[in-house]
């Protein structure tokens, strides 16, 4: 659930079975690590600690989906398929979050298809009806 309140369904899609993302330098990544004997070692102590990073936030980890290793810019990310986030709440079929003022910067940054949607339709429509403006001005 994001900032654009008026726009939300409250439907709680975005709070429960979401592919979350994070990325780590090598730098990070393989300091977790004494001395790896290989990439395997080196992922699994970096899902180690995004599990429990999604945990702190209340969020439970269904699977690791994937690493992408990217060697241009010498970083890992991580792919988590997240269940239900602790947080969520349903309240006559409305979602609520129970940790809105400290919810993470994930969940204030997110934008939905719907609401983005939303907001270009309100753009356009914005626009439209400034040129329709600007058209009866010149007439
Ligand atoms: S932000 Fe979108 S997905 Fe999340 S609760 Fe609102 S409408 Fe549903
Ligand atoms: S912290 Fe709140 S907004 Fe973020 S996933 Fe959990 S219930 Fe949703």
Redesign the pocket.
């Known amino acids: 659930?994001?900032d654009?309140n008026d726009?939300?369904?409250?439907?709680?899609?975005?709070?429960r079975g979401m592919i979350w993302m994070k990325s780590y330098s090598y730098d990070d990544a393989f300091s977790l690590v004494k001395k790896p004997a290989s990439e395997i070692d080196v992922e699994i102590a970096l899902a180690k600690k995004y599990i429990s990073y999604l945990n702190s936030l209340g969020l439970p980890v269904e699977k690791i989906k994937k690493f992408e290793w990217n060697n241009k810019r010498k970083q890992i990310i991580v792919h988590a398929k997240v269940g239900q986030c602790a947080h969520l709440l349903f309240v006559n079929d409305k979602?609520v979050c129970r940790n809105y003022e400290n919810r993470p910067k994930q969940c204030r940054n997110?934008?939905?298809k719907?609401?983005r949607k939303d907001i270009l339709e309100e753009r356009t429509r914005v626009s439209e009806s400034g040129q329709d403006l600007t058209a009866e001005a010149s007439n």
């Open positions: 659930m994001d654009h726009k939300c369904r409250r439907c709680g899609n975005c709070c979602a997110y934008l939905c719907k609401i």
